[in-house]
């Protein structure tokens, strides 16, 4: 079975400028987490998707956003970038009623 | 933002030792899961432990989730250098599906 995968694995914007990242989960699983990772802050949860709704959400402003397709991939959109929005951003999936959450490779944004 | 206390934060130890670490919460938690990263990848995920005062083996690796279920352990046996990595506990956040990480434990294993 195919891990999570991430795209685009690097990725760099300026300030202001909005991005999109994509995670296409382990096939069959419908749960999809994004994580935030700084070397400050940690891993910091954003939100979570299963079957197209949000089920889960963090304390980030609402200029992170997410949504998911039926087909179980998820996107995630930052707009108005500002410089500490400069992390790895990590999806996870997870099996329908399950715990276990399995992580992709990560995109990492950079932010000048 | 709210995050599990884990100790310790790095240990240099010498291969074919055993390592110990162990994260607590001020809440109590429903799952942990135990999480190893690589740099420049995304965390691996080694254990997960369900129930109070499970024990869970995998390989070289012991997890327990502690009997108050704020906390949780983690042990490798017989430490090598491809151990080498950070480790990440998590737990769930009120039974839900939003999971909080630990700080990390920074393992470094000297041949």
């Known amino acids: 079975k195919a891990g999570v995968t991430q795209t685009p694995r690097y990725l760099i914007k300026t300030r202001g400028q909005q991005v999109t990242l994509s995670c296409s989960p382990i096939?069959?699983?419908?749960?999809v987490s994004w994580y935030q990772q700084t070397p400050g802050q940690g891993l910091q949860f954003l939100f979570e998707?299963?079957?197209?709704?949000?089920?889960n959400k963090g304390n980030f402003p609402g200029r992170f956003s997410g949504r998911q397709f039926s087909n179980s991939r998820s996107e995630m959109n930052v707009s108005t970038l500002e410089l500490g929005d400069s992390a790895l951003y990590l999806c996870?999936?997870?099996?329908?009623?399950?715990?276990?959450?399995?992580f992709g490779p990560g995109t990492r944004l950079t932010v000048l | 933002g709210q995050q599990l206390n884990q100790s310790p934060q790095s240990m240099f130890i010498q291969e074919g030792e055993d390592v110990s670490m162990n994260c607590t919460s001020s809440s109590i938690f429903n799952t942990w899961l135990w999480y190893k990263q690589d740099p420049g990848e995304g965390p691996v995920l080694l254990i997960a432990l369900y129930k109070a005062g499970e024990l869970t083996s995998n390989g070289r690796l012991t997890a327990q989730f502690g009997i108050t279920r704020k906390d949780s352990f983690l042990n490798i046996s017989a430490s090598i250098p491809s151990d080498v990595g950070i480790y990440f506990c998590a737990g769930d956040d009120s039974g839900t599906y939003k999971y909080i990480f630990g700080t990390g434990t920074r393992l470094k294993v000297l041949a």
């Open positions: 996870a999936s997870s099996a329908s009623g399950g715990h276990e959450q399995f």
């Open positions: 096939s069959g699983h419908r749960s």
């Open positions: 998707y299963f079957s197209e709704t949000q089920r």
